[in-house]
C-alpha cells in the first residue's frame, strides 16, 4: 500500500523514485498557477470594469435626476413668478377700477351738491322776487317810486 500509484503524468522518473512528490509536481502547480492568477486577475478587471460601468451609470442616473429637479424647480419658479405677476396685474387693475368708481361716485356727488345748491339759489331768487313782488303791490300803483331810487 506504501507503493507509488503509476500516473499518465509526465513527471520524471527520477522524480517519483525519490518520493518527493512537491517536486514532481511543483512545475504542473506553478504553471497552473499561472494559469490561474491569469484568471482571477482577467476576473478581477471584470470585477472592476462592472463596477465602474455601475458608477458611471449612477453618476448618470443621479445627473438625469438632478437635472430633471432642477428643470422642476425651474418651472415652478416660473410658474410662481407669473403667477404672482398675474396676481399683481389683477390687483392693480382691481385698485384702477376702484378708483375709476370712486372718482365717478365724487363726480356724482359733486353734481348732486352742484344741483342743490342751484336749487337752493333758484329758491332764493324765486323767494327775492316774489317778496320785491309783494311789496310793489302794497306800495300799489301810485308809483310811489322812492324806494326804487334809493
Do not use: C, F, Y
Amino acid at each position: 500500500m506504501s507503493a507509488i500509484a503509476k500516473s499518465n503524468s509526465p513527471i520524471a522518473s527520477a522524480a517519483t523514485e525519490s518520493r518527493d512528490w512537491t517536486k514532481a509536481s511543483t512545475p504542473e502547480l506553478q504553471s497552473g498557477s499561472e494559469d490561474e492568477s491569469d484568471i482571477l486577475d482577467a476576473k478581477a478587471k471584470e470585477r472592476r470594469r462592472r463596477k465602474q460601468v455601475k458608477r458611471e451609470e449612477k453618476q448618470r442616473r443621479e445627473e438625469v435626476e438632478r437635472r430633471v429637479r432642477e428643470e422642476a424647480e425651474a418651472r415652478a419658479h416660473e410658474e410662481a413668478e407669473r403667477t404672482k405677476a398675474e396676481a399683481e396685474r389683477k390687483a392693480r387693475e382691481e385698485a384702477e377700477h376702484q378708483a375709476h368708481e370712486q372718482a365717478e361716485k365724487d363726480r356724482a356727488e359733486v353734481q348732486r351738491r352742484a344741483a342743490e345748491v342751484a336749487a337752493r339759489q333758484r329758491a332764493l331768487v324765486q323767494e327775492a322776487l316774489k317778496k320785491r313782488a309783494r311789496e310793489e303791490a302794497e306800495a300799489g300803483p301810485s308809483g310811489n317810486r322812492s324806494d326804487e331810487v334809493r
